[in-house]
């Protein structure tokens, strides 16, 4: 499992019956997770004060019940800011397990001793997209949803990497890929973080079970001649990192890549395990 113990301004401070209590900084959080199926006991006192809670809803969906929380504050990662917001559906707009996979591509670009391009797609809020700018990379930061792109845009302002070689696209990302490869455009490393399901702007449907191979394979067209890493990211639930990595292997055949999976996990203070968090490849060349 890859994880991170160098974060300060988060912690997950533990997790029983369904529900994680989370340090944000200075917010205590309480949010549901299914993998959590476990019922231990609540002894930490900030099960019972914390910030704000997101109570699901037994008709779908939920809300937010919030005792005290400004509209959004910031949390810092090493020299990396982000700006967090209680969002619908839980999220905050950090998924704070990636901050192994941040370091790792940080760490990549640095000692790649040239320049790197690198694309994000689904690239959400742009956390992969600050770490790559702060690491020294040019990033082309591709999501369909307006506000995220504009969230990532903050988050590389606070993060103070807003006036290097980004580019912030809008779009569907599977048509831009296309449109990417017929003018010739090519990237030393691909990051995607794509959803479990989805909608396109055609109506097309997305499900990662079904759409994740092909679109790995389109994504190999937008490869440069030498390229430096791919990583995926999976949040589905069933679809191991073993597959990933087989999907990658198969779908960047004769690249001479090596990938490798694994789950993603946050230690929890309060037991000293390990949260499973879903699963990365991150593919070498």
Not at 4 to 11: A, I, R, T
Not at 40 to 66: F, I, L, N, V
Not at 100 to 123: E, Q, T, Y
Not at 243 to 268: D, I, K
Request: aromatic share 10%; hydrophobic share 40%; proline share 5%.
């Amino acid at each position: 499992m890859w994880t991170s113990n160098k974060w300060e301004d988060y912690e997950l401070i533990d997790c029983s019956s369904g529900e994680r209590l989370e340090r944000w900084g200075d917010r205590i959080l309480i949010r549901p997770d299914p993998q959590v199926i476990w019922d231990t006991p609540r002894r930490d006192r900030r099960w019972r004060e914390a910030d704000a809670r997101y109570q699901r809803s037994g008709t779908g969906g939920g809300a937010w019940d919030k005792r005290s929380l400004p509209e959004s504050w910031q949390i810092r990662y090493g020299s990396l800011t982000f700006n967090v917001k209680p969002m619908n559906f839980k999220h905050t707009g950090i998924f704070p397990e990636q901050a192994s996979n941040w370091d790792w591509a940080m760490d990549r670009i640095k000692n790649a001793g040239r320049p790197i391009s690198v694309l994000n797609l689904f690239a959400y809020t742009g956390a992969a997209t600050v770490a790559a700018l702060s690491a020294g990379a040019s990033v082309c930061h591709v999501d369909a949803a307006k506000g995220m792109v504009q969230w990532a845009k903050e988050n590389a302002a606070a993060s103070g990497v807003a006036d290097k070689n980004v580019r912030w696209i809008v779009d569907d990302c599977a048509k831009f890929v296309e449109r990417e490869i017929r003018r010739g455009h090519r990237y030393d490393a691909v990051i995607m973080d794509p959803p479990s399901y989805g909608r396109g702007p055609g109506g097309e449907i997305w499900k990662l079970e079904t759409s994740l191979a092909p679109f790995v394979r389109l994504c190999a067209g937008v490869l440069s001649d030498d390229p430096l890493f791919v990583l995926i990211n999976s949040y589905t639930t069933g679809l191991s990192a073993s597959t990933v990595s087989y999907v990658a292997q198969t779908a960047l055949a004769g690249r001479g890549g090596r990938a490798e999976s694994r789950e993603l996990g946050l230690p929890v203070t309060a037991t000293g395990l390990c949260l499973p968090c879903g699963a990365s490849c991150r593919m070498e060349f």
